[in-house]
């Protein structure tokens, strides 16, 4: 077997030193379960984006974004796949338990996949704010990740998150230089997304958050939460649309952008499955996964036992 | 269910290289996961998929010995050291 540490302060030293955990280390349990809670949320996460996003194949406007969005969600739903594989390695939950946990509301995914895309709009505004926050949060883990298996595989999540970034950026662009109505459109779901999108980041990390400690974040969560207030706030106005921040002022001193405070209460409410649309997203997500069972079964030659499944 | 290991490598370049691994029910599976999961933008154009339970693991007491044998090296110190000498002595 591969190393092991006799005390925690040997391991902290060996993660201060820019060591990397690979998934047969005999890593300390508190570790082991910081890392995995952590990767299963990032892959909730994606299964629940790529879910919304499927949504969206039918009314998406348009041959060429039609295809760009049903690569979109093949790409996330891929993501999910490679991000179970690596939680699922660290022997806390099967993919099995993974998946029934958060399908019977009992485990997390991202706060912005608890709120309802209405108007193709709110996609173009999810696809460019809250890929971005994603992208920043995961460039940020990808970095400096002291945990092997996630970061080689956040490698290749990041290149194709860059994509629909981008994708993201050219449809807001094409909605900006539009007409009155389609920049109305945006500006609407700019209203209720921008919040949502900057609470993804999270209040301000505490200071003995051993995800820091631990060198699974490499970067606190303000300073990630900030990067993006900086860059898509005069972004946007650039565009001429309006932040929807009623204590949105420039300090001319500093040179930055301060959105003023923040609420933290509608995140808190995501995160208890409370959000406005957290029951009809479960909902739906476990019902897709019932309707899906018989492909399972035949992949798996009719063997009931191997359904979904674990080991 | 098995639990497959991923190689990718581009032609005429680098190694076979682990990239991951995944969970599929049959060998065709995987490999349709593999090529969707893992080269989805042409990142390889080989491709290998290997059922974990069939990869032979070497322990790293196996292993261990050959990182303590200096004599298989030779940093060529000793040699350049008699060349130069060699060299001043014609001058």
Same mark, same amino acid.
């Given at each position: 077997m591969a190393r092991s540490w006799a005390t925690m302060a040997d391991f902290e030293d060996f993660l201060d030193g820019g060591g990397l955990v690979e998934v047969d280390d005999d890593m300390p349990d508190a570790y082991r379960r910081a890392v995995f809670a952590f990767i299963e949320m990032h892959a909730n996460s994606e299964l629940m984006g790529g879910l919304t996003e499927r949504d969206w194949i039918p009314k998406t406007p348009g041959l060429r974004h039609k295809m760009a969005v049903l690569a979109k969600t093949q790409d996330e739903i891929g993501h999910g796949h490679l991000l179970y594989m690596v939680a699922a390695d660290l022997g806390v939950k099967t993919r099995t338990e993974m998946l029934e946990d958060l399908f019977a509301g009992r485990s997390r995914f991202h706060n *912005?996949?608890?709120?309802?895309? *209405?108007t193709w709009g709110d996609q173009v505004a999810i696809a460019f704010l809250v890929d971005a926050a994603a992208l920043i949060s995961q460039q940020a883990v990808f970095k400096n990740c002291s945990y092997g298996p996630y970061k080689r595989i956040l490698r290749r999540i990041i290149a194709e998150e860059g994509f629909h970034m981008r994708l993201g950026e050219d449809r807001m662009m094409r909605i900006a230089e539009g007409t009155a109505r389609q920049r109305a459109l945006f500006q609407e779901s700019l209203d209720r997304w921008f919040w949502p999108a900057l609470q993804l980041f999270g209040p301000d990390s505490k200071p003995d958050d051993v995800l820091l400690r631990w060198h699974i974040?490499?970067?606190?969560n303000e300073v990630l939460r900030d990067r993006w207030v900086q860059k898509f706030v005069p972004m946007l106005q650039g565009y001429g649309f309006t932040i929807p921040a009623p204590d949105l002022r420039w300090d001319a001193e500093a040179r930055r952008w301060d959105v003023g405070p923040i609420d933290w209460a509608p995140l808190k409410r995501t995160l208890a499955q409370g959000g406005p649309d957290s029951a009809r997203r479960i909902r739906e997500a476990a019902d897709n996964w019932e309707r899906t069972a018989w492909v399972r079964a035949a992949l798996s030659n009719g063997d009931a036992a191997a359904d979904g499944a674990g080991r | 269910m098995h639990v497959y290991e991923v190689f990718t490598k581009r032609d005429g370049r680098?190694?076979?290289?682990?990239?991951g691994a995944l969970e599929a029910a049959t060998d065709e599976l995987a490999l349709v996961l593999a090529r969707e999961g893992y080269?989805?933008?042409?990142?390889?154009d080989r491709l290998w998929v290997v059922r974990r339970d069939h990869v032979i693991v070497a322990d790293d007491n196996f292993v261990a010995p050959n990182a303590d044998k200096p004599h298989r090296h030779h940093d060529g110190a000793a040699v350049a050291a008699r060349r130069k000498a060699s060299r001043q002595s014609q001058q």
């Open positions: *912005v996949f608890h709120y309802r895309a *209405v974040k490499s970067e606190r | 680098d190694e076979f290289r682990h990239v080269l989805r933008r042409a990142e390889g």
